[in-house]
């Protein structure tokens, strides 16, 4: 038998010292209980995504010191597989990419050798040809009486029998299907249901190569992506058999033995929105610890979206480091003033009013000679929003809070939002959040005791930058438009497909024209929590000046 540790880390990207103190600690952990082998997940030494810190010689210079250094640190009886980045030895080479993405043994204090990913994912958010090379050669070492076969991440994605088609022309599990059993250093951030899709993939590898098969994730929130950890163990007839679990840091030990792995199992969420919920707590927790924010601000205006975030930051950082500003203009209703402050006594958090009208008022008046004769409409009405995003911004700016945005992924999508005004802040919580699953969250939310305040739950949706303002006066239904989005961005879907849907053929048109146009704003708006396949942040890449034909 051998005992094997799976720790599941949170490193933050570019904190050498750091990160190899928390494998160094995990190290210690796992020798205390009993187990011969640790390993971590893909470029846990550095942090994934490093994006282009990898193209700075001095950054990798000290990885490689730092790994070095670890080996030397490690308890001398336990070997240890370590997810970093290697030089490449042909870089300089014509076509040849200066690192690659590697695994590296270290045993005895010093680093034996390197195992390095031979696929290298190039859609979505990821982006590894930039820098890395593919590896080649065996990616398997004897230890004791087992060999181990050691792949990363999307090596163990390529699998032509569960898939409909090959992304890449070799299966690497392939060439380890002969090994003991096969440990994966993985870096895969979440989405929706991704845990389970994670689990039927590496269990059909597994039982189609009567492999076992030791899965370690990260977890953490590194900018717009959330990793969710959920590191798991297959035996030989695809079964999870361990699993660690979602949104924290763990460390687990299994028992390998010839013919059988066992552990123990934590559960999933139950529930898409327990996950979503605990993915969004992850994501802003981190966001502001890692960029060295401790407190957080956020507009209140009695509504949904906003009700929402503030509920996310209270868990993220406690409610006593939360500030909440009303901002009431003239057009604000009595009842968003009494719902806002419901929500902040429900939550704990501290609020501040600060009306706007005095403001609004000094602007006409600054204005009006050059707007004198046009009529009141769309600048009047987003000048009340830039305001609010003014005051919000001096907030943040006088005491250094985090400020987040409160935007949804409906209003992102379509331009329903305000540039410089409620698109403002360092982090946008949830605007990879349709609208309708704003509303599923916050009723789950009050599974057990009113957090959100009813009204504000059942209340039309409204701007309020006038008389009797109602969302849908400009939107279709949300119900409506989050079907025609999700099937336009996520399923990406024709517009013919989503008429044949049974959606009109006018709102589908006018759906995709409001996406196309609203661009330049997603550039210019804050990072997005990842939450979905299809995101607006680093993986939505679509160009602003362009000439986009209409389509039927």
């Known amino acids: 038998m051998l005992k094997v540790a799976l720790a599941q880390l949170n490193p933050?990207?570019?904190?050498?010292?750091?990160?190899?103190?928390?494998?160094?600690?995990?190290?210690?952990?796992?020798?205390?209980?009993?187990?011969?082998?640790?390993?971590?997940?893909?470029?846990?030494?550095?942090?994934?995504?490093?994006?282009?810190?990898?193209?700075?010689?001095?950054?990798?210079?000290?990885?490689?010191?730092?790994?070095?250094?670890?080996?030397?640190?490690?308890?001398?009886?336990?070997?240890?597989?370590?997810?970093?980045?290697?030089?490449?030895?042909?870089?300089?080479?014509?076509?040849?990419?200066?690192?690659?993405?590697?695994?590296?043994?270290?045993?005895?204090?010093?680093?034996?050798?390197?195992?390095?990913?031979?696929?290298?994912?190039t859609y979505d958010v990821f982006d590894e040809d930039r820098y890395f090379a593919p590896g080649q050669g065996s990616n398997r070492f004897d230890w004791k009486q087992y060999q181990i076969g050691v792949a990363i991440c999307e090596d163990a994605w390529n699998d032509e029998t569960f898939w409909e088609h090959k992304a890449y022309p070799i299966d690497p599990i392939a060439a380890l299907a002969d090994c003991d059993f096969l440990v994966n250093l993985s870096a895969s951030p979440f989405a929706t249901g991704k845990q389970h899709l994670r689990e039927r993939l590496f269990g059909h590898g597994a039982q189609r190569w009567q492999l076992p098969t030791l899965c370690v994730n990260q977890v953490g929130g590194n900018d717009d992506l959330i990793f969710d950890g959920g590191s798991?163990?297959?035996?030989?007839?695809?079964?999870?058999?361990?699993?660690?679990?979602?949104?924290?840091?763990?460390?687990?030990?299994?028992?390998?033995?010839?013919?059988?792995?066992?552990?123990?199992?934590?559960?999933?969420?139950?529930?898409?929105?327990?996950?979503?919920?605990?993915?969004?707590?992850?994501?802003?927790?981190?966001?502001?610890?890692?960029?060295?924010?401790?407190?957080?601000?956020?507009?209140?205006?009695?509504?949904?979206?906003?009700?929402?975030?503030?509920?996310?930051a209270a868990a993220a950082v406690g409610p006593a480091q939360v500030l909440g500003v009303l901002m009431p203009s003239p057009y604000s209703s009595q009842h968003s003033i009494v719902d806002a402050q419901a929500l902040a006594a429900?939550?704990?958090?501290?609020?501040?009013?600060?009306?706007?009208?005095?403001?609004?008022?000094?602007?006409?008046?600054?204005?009006?000679?050059?707007?004198?004769?046009?009529?009141?409409?769309?600048?009047?009405?987003?000048?009340?929003?830039?305001?609010?995003?003014?005051?919000?911004?001096?907030?943040?700016?006088?005491?250094?809070?985090?400020?987040?945005?409160?935007?949804?992924?409906?209003?992102?999508?379509?331009?329903?939002?305000?540039?410089?005004?409620?698109?403002?802040?360092?982090?946008?919580?949830?605007?990879?959040?349709?609208?309708?699953?704003?509303?599923?969250?916050?009723?789950?939310?009050?599974?057990?005791?009113?957090?959100?305040?009813?009204?504000?739950?059942?209340?039309?949706?409204?701007?309020?930058?006038?008389?009797?303002?109602r969302d849908q006066d400009s939107l279709p239904p949300y119900e409506v438009l989050d079907d025609i989005l999700e099937r336009l961005l996520v399923q990406r879907q024709a517009i013919a497909e989503i008429v044949t849907a049974g959606h009109d053929p006018a709102t589908v048109t006018l759906v995709q024209r409001l996406v196309t146009k609203a661009e330049f704003k997603r550039w210019q708006a804050p990072p997005t929590l990842r939450l979905h396949n299809r995101a607006f942040g680093s993986g939505w890449r679509m160009p602003l000046a362009a000439r986009r034909t209409e389509l039927p």
């Not at 460390?251 to 529930?271: T, W």
Request: glycine share 10%; hydrophobic share 45%; charged share 15%.
């Open 346 to 469: 429900n939550l704990g958090i501290a609020t501040q009013m600060l009306p706007i009208g005095p403001l609004m008022a000094e602007a006409d008046r600054t204005l009006g000679p050059l707007f004198t004769g046009t009529p009141w409409g769309l600048a009047e009405e987003n000048l009340q929003s830039r305001l609010r995003g003014l005051l919000l911004m001096a907030v943040s700016n006088k005491w250094g809070h985090l400020l987040v945005s409160t935007g949804n992924k409906s209003e992102m999508a379509v331009g329903y939002c305000t540039l410089y005004g409620d698109t403002n802040g360092g982090l946008a919580v949830i605007g990879d959040l349709p609208k309708t699953q704003v509303y599923a969250l916050c009723r789950w939310l009050n599974r057990e005791r009113e957090i959100i305040p009813e009204n504000i739950l059942t209340k039309p949706p409204s701007a309020e930058l006038r008389p009797n303002q």
């Open 232 to 312: 798991f163990v297959c035996d030989r007839q695809g079964q999870v058999v361990a699993r660690l679990p979602q949104f924290a840091e763990g460390l687990a030990v299994v028992d390998v033995f010839p013919d059988k792995v066992q552990g123990e199992i934590s559960p999933l969420p139950s529930l898409p929105e327990a996950e979503i919920w605990e993915a969004l707590v992850l994501g802003l927790r981190d966001y502001a610890r890692k960029c060295g924010f401790h407190k957080v601000v956020l507009g209140l205006s009695g509504g949904i979206d906003s009700a929402l975030v503030a509920a996310i």
């Open 12 to 121: 933050t990207v570019g904190d050498l010292q750091g990160n190899g103190l928390a494998i160094a600690q995990a190290a210690i952990a796992a020798t205390q209980a009993g187990a011969e082998l640790l390993v971590t997940p893909e470029l846990a030494l550095c942090g994934y995504p490093p994006r282009d810190l990898l193209l700075n010689p001095d950054f990798v210079s000290a990885t490689g010191r730092a790994l070095t250094t670890l080996a030397a640190q490690l308890p001398p009886q336990l070997t240890v597989l370590v997810g970093t980045v290697a030089p490449n030895p042909q870089a300089g080479q014509v076509g040849a990419k200066p690192l690659f993405n590697s695994a590296a043994l270290l045993q005895g204090g010093t680093v034996q050798r390197f195992f390095h990913k031979k696929l290298l994912p």
